[in-house]
């Protein structure tokens, strides 16, 4: 009997491997140097906070008292002084009851899916939330509607004909391909004409979107709705880590007793969760940045609209232009980086529609030149990379 050394199991990955090569969509992970004279408009630091010396200097002063990592989960050891404080500060600058705060935005999404639903219940989600959601209603064994891109008829279809059951809506605010703000408002109504909660993804709408930059929900007028949960994250706009949920009392202390992503995970690390304290404190005082970043993303589509360019029309930093295929998409941007320009690059599966994008972000912190260099750069590499714009 001869013995098998087991170097075919996987041999499945490699033919996988090989498809998405062809498809031209393979990944890789490419590490960023700290000394980088690039111009950044790839990262999701939207208010230029992640390098703030108040914000690094916060994350270094708490590293030093409380330690490198939280030491466990949020209720055995891993929750600070500076977790209750970020938690209450941010529900008060979003203008919700409570917060509570999670290792990652993903773990947050996760959370309030898998904890607010369940076997039995019916969620009815939007054709273009974020992966994170995706898996949440997937994990939650929920029976699971999916409605069209901001369509309000056939959400107020599905909930009308979901019998019985319990029902969740679950919408980002701000979708991260396109950066098109969903209809909030008329969701909410839907939802409480029908008895059904409203689960929003505000991580691209806070420290962008109303009034200081509070968020989309609160733009909406929605922050205090009992019937209203809404998600964040602590990595774009504050430029730390973590993520967190908002919402009402009871629905928050519900979270505490059963979400798994937050009784089973190591709490978020002292020196994010200053960061992003410290950031918060930042936009509360500075009011001007989400502003800028808003003109910001504004300034880039009108002038690459007027290149020819398909491009979105940004409700927040995002803007994305989309480009001929995935293979053109991705030489476009190796071609504006190799001219210092960093950009995104969204193909299949993080595209909903297949539809392959450059995403731009715009900073609060690029000034007029940099925004002009990158139009230059962008339109010059579309072309010479077979990203043939439309005529103006």
Same mark, same amino acid.
């Given at each position: 009997m001869s013995v098998r050394t087991g170097e075919s199991v996987f041999d499945w990955i490699d033919t996988r491997a090989e498809a998405r090569a062809k498809a031209g969509l393979a990944r890789r992970v490419r590490p960023r140097p700290a000394d980088s004279t690039d111009l950044d408009l790839a990262s999701n630091d939207y208010l230029g906070l992640a390098r703030d010396k108040r914000v690094t200097g916060a994350a270094a002063a708490a590293t030093l008292r409380w330690g490198a990592g939280s030491t466990g989960s949020r209720l055995v050891t891993g929750s600070t002084e500076l977790h209750t404080e970020l938690e209450y500060e941010l529900a008060n600058f979003c203008g919700a009851q409570s917060a509570l705060v999670f290792s990652s935005g993903y773990l947050a999404n996760l959370a309030a899916l898998t904890a607010?639903?369940?076997?039995?219940?019916?969620?009815?989600?939007?054709?273009?939330?974020?992966?994170?959601?995706?898996?949440?209603?997937?994990?939650?064994?929920?029976?699971?509607?999916?409605a069209g891109h901001c369509d309000v008829p056939q959400v107020t279809h599905a909930l009308a004909t979901r019998g019985k059951r319990r029902a969740l809506v679950v919408t980002d605010s701000v979708f991260s391909v396109d950066g098109d703000l969903a209809p909030l408002a008329e969701l909410s109504a839907v939802c409480r004409e029908h008895d059904a909660a409203l689960i929003v993804d505000d991580a691209h709408g806070l420290g962008v979107v109303g009034d200081g930059g509070r968020g989309a929900v609160h733009a909406a007028g929605l922050a205090k709705a009992p019937d209203v949960v809404t998600t964040v994250t602590l990595s774009k706009s504050l430029g730390a880590q973590g993520g967190a949920v908002l919402g009402s009392g009871r629905v928050i202390r519900h979270l505490v007793d059963t979400a798994r992503t937050f009784i089973f995970d190591t709490g978020?690390?002292?020196?994010? /969760? %200053?960061?992003? =304290? !410290?950031?918060?404190?930042?936009?509360?005082?500075?009011?001007?940045?989400?502003?800028? *970043?808003?003109? /910001? %993303?504004?300034? =880039? !589509?009108?002038?690459?609209?007027?290149?020819?360019?398909?491009?979105?029309?940004?409700? *927040?930093?995002? /803007?994305?232009?989309?480009?001929?295929?995935?293979e053109a998409a991705f030489a476009w941007?190796?071609?504006?980086?190799?001219?210092?320009? /960093?950009?995104?690059?969204?193909?299949?599966p993080s595209v909903p529609d297949r539809i392959s994008r450059l995403r731009l972000t715009a900073r609060a912190d690029l000034s007029d030149g940099e925004i002009e260099r990158a139009v230059r750069v962008i339109t010059e590499t579309g072309a010479s990379a077979g990203a043939v714009s439309r005529r103006p």
């Amino acid at each position: 009997m001869s013995v098998r050394t087991g170097e075919s199991v996987f041999d499945w990955i490699d033919t996988r491997a090989e498809a998405r090569a062809k498809a031209g969509l393979a990944r890789r992970v490419r590490p960023r140097p700290a000394d980088s004279t690039d111009l950044d408009l790839a990262s999701n630091d939207y208010l230029g906070l992640a390098r703030d010396k108040r914000v690094t200097g916060a994350a270094a002063a708490a590293t030093l008292r409380w330690g490198a990592g939280s030491t466990g989960s949020r209720l055995v050891t891993g929750s600070t002084e500076l977790h209750t404080e970020l938690e209450y500060e941010l529900a008060n600058f979003c203008g919700a009851q409570s917060a509570l705060v999670f290792s990652s935005g993903y773990l947050a999404n996760l959370a309030a899916l898998t904890a607010l639903s369940g076997p039995g219940t019916a969620i009815v989600a939007d054709q273009h939330i974020h992966a994170s959601l995706i898996d949440g209603t997937k994990l939650s064994k929920a029976d699971v509607v999916v409605a069209g891109h901001c369509d309000v008829p056939q959400v107020t279809h599905a909930l009308a004909t979901r019998g019985k059951r319990r029902a969740l809506v679950v919408t980002d605010s701000v979708f991260s391909v396109d950066g098109d703000l969903a209809p909030l408002a008329e969701l909410s109504a839907v939802c409480r004409e029908h008895d059904a909660a409203l689960i929003v993804d505000d991580a691209h709408g806070l420290g962008v979107v109303g009034d200081g930059g509070r968020g989309a929900v609160h733009a909406a007028g929605l922050a205090k709705a009992p019937d209203v949960v809404t998600t964040v994250t602590l990595s774009k706009s504050l430029g730390a880590q973590g993520g967190a949920v908002l919402g009402s009392g009871r629905v928050i202390r519900h979270l505490v007793d059963t979400a798994r992503t937050f009784i089973f995970d190591t709490g978020l690390a002292p020196a994010s /969760v %200053a960061a992003s =304290l !410290a950031a918060l404190r930042i936009l509360r005082e500075e009011p001007e940045r989400p502003a800028r *970043a808003l003109d /910001v %993303a504004q300034d =880039l !589509a009108f002038r690459l609209k007027e290149k020819g360019f398909l491009v979105s029309t940004p409700t *927040a930093a995002v /803007v994305s232009i989309q480009a001929p295929s995935p293979e053109a998409a991705f030489a476009w941007a190796e071609a504006c980086r190799t001219q210092g320009v /960093v950009v995104g690059c969204f193909r299949p599966p993080s595209v909903p529609d297949r539809i392959s994008r450059l995403r731009l972000t715009a900073r609060a912190d690029l000034s007029d030149g940099e925004i002009e260099r990158a139009v230059r750069v962008i339109t010059e590499t579309g072309a010479s990379a077979g990203a043939v714009s439309r005529r103006p």
